[in-house]
């Protein structure tokens, strides 16, 4: 008997650990080793519940102890932490009834409950240990699916995520509580169907994340490409410059040579602005420059006075791609502000943005003569569209929460102000 505790609990400890690691792909543990060590013994606990028809207590306490246990020993947005509960925790009861029903079952119809002790305690065993090539096999299909979803997901996408979740896992929950110990075999299929769904969602986050990627990408490579375009605009009026510049020169030397001083300023002044280049040197980073010209020739062409200054020779471990999104959508907001005041010279908006000490630290200032309209903590557009509009703060929010920085905003009557900090 001894022998069997022993294999059983290095059983229950090997795929436990397979859980624990496969939870780690989409959470991050506490850095505290006793943080990771009391995970760890908790899904001891938990991954061996043992799930009987027509009884849910334990299910259920050990939902909660799931629950909790993610709650103390991982980190992170709360959304997918709850989330991380309803992806693994209905695979957990699925295959725990599967493997501890399936050998009852063949205790009871294939040997007619007539096996020694020791045959009964090899059967059990042999069953659990089904669950270590399983948990392992789940953690080496879906790791990168797991790691990816996080990346680009906002709250909502979460909530979706969670309600499909929840929907299969309600119909394992009804469907083991109205099964029968003798034809409980009859369950199988909802198991498999809700381990199945669980996979699908992990792989749909997976694809859905990196649509969302790509998406940026293409946006950022769009800003790119007018930036460029630009760029060969100037390049352009460089060379109609010098193929001019003799006959620029005789008319300002015939000015000046007839003392018309006051003209040739003039006519210096208009060639100034003939050839002055839009296009503007505001980081080293090419794409986020291309981002930042681009949202300040929109600004002018809407009569904005925009200021930007930035101090970044570094972005460190930062995702240029996602800072790129970050300053579009803040960007885009104060220009929809400001389009809505009536009087040009009343429009002004001022970037600041700077790495220092390990931070990027970014403020934005926009002003505004609309009223600020805030729903359930949430800032809504000004448009009258707002169904396709009013989601630029909350996916700053969201990309800010993604990256473990913070973002703060304010307003007065006159001004908006957008203030992010982001970890380098």
Known sequence: ???????????????????????????????????????????IGIANAIIYPRELTGCLICLAGFLLMILACCTGDLAVRFSAVLIFYPIMV????????????????????NMTPLSE?????SMVALRIPFWYLLYR??????????QNFTRRMWVILDIVCLSSFTGILTTIYHGDMFTSYQTYPACIACIITSLGICRLGALLS????????????????VYYEELENNQEQIRKLRHDMKNHLNVLSLL????????????????SGEFSANLRLFCKNPTL??????????????????????????LGGLDPVVLCSLFANTLDNSIEACEQIPYSSQRRIQLKARCVNGFLSCEIRNSKCNEIVQK?????????DAVSHGYGLQNVQDMVRRCKGTVKISYTDQEFIVTVLLPV
């Open 141 to 150: 299909f879906t790791a990168e699916w797991l790691r990816q979803i996080p």
């Open 1 to 43: 008997m001894l022998f069997f505790t022993a294999a059983g609990f290095l059983i229950m400890v090997l795929y436990s650990y397979c859980l624990y690691l496969l939870l780690g792909q989409l959470l991050e543990f506490r850095p505290s080793r006793w943080a990771r060590f009391l995970a760890l013994f908790i899904l």
């Open 256 to 271: 000046l040579k007839e003392q018309k001083d006051e003209d040739a300023r003039e006519y210096l002044k208009s060639l």
């Open 376 to 384: 359930n903590g949430k800032f809504l557009t000004g448009k009258p």
């Open 121 to 125: 305690n090899l059967l059990s065993m």
């Open 210 to 225: 990196k649509n969302l990627r790509a998406q940026m990408e293409i946006q950022a490579l769009k800003y790119q490409q």
């Open 94 to 113: 699925s295959i725990n009834y599967l493997t501890e029903d399936l050998g009852f079952t063949i205790w009871l119809h294939l040997f007619q409950e």
């Open 289 to 314: 420059n291309a981002v930042l010209n681009a949202k300040y020739l929109l600004a002018c062409q809407r009569q904005i006075n925009c200021q930007i200054q930035t101090d970044i020779e570094q």
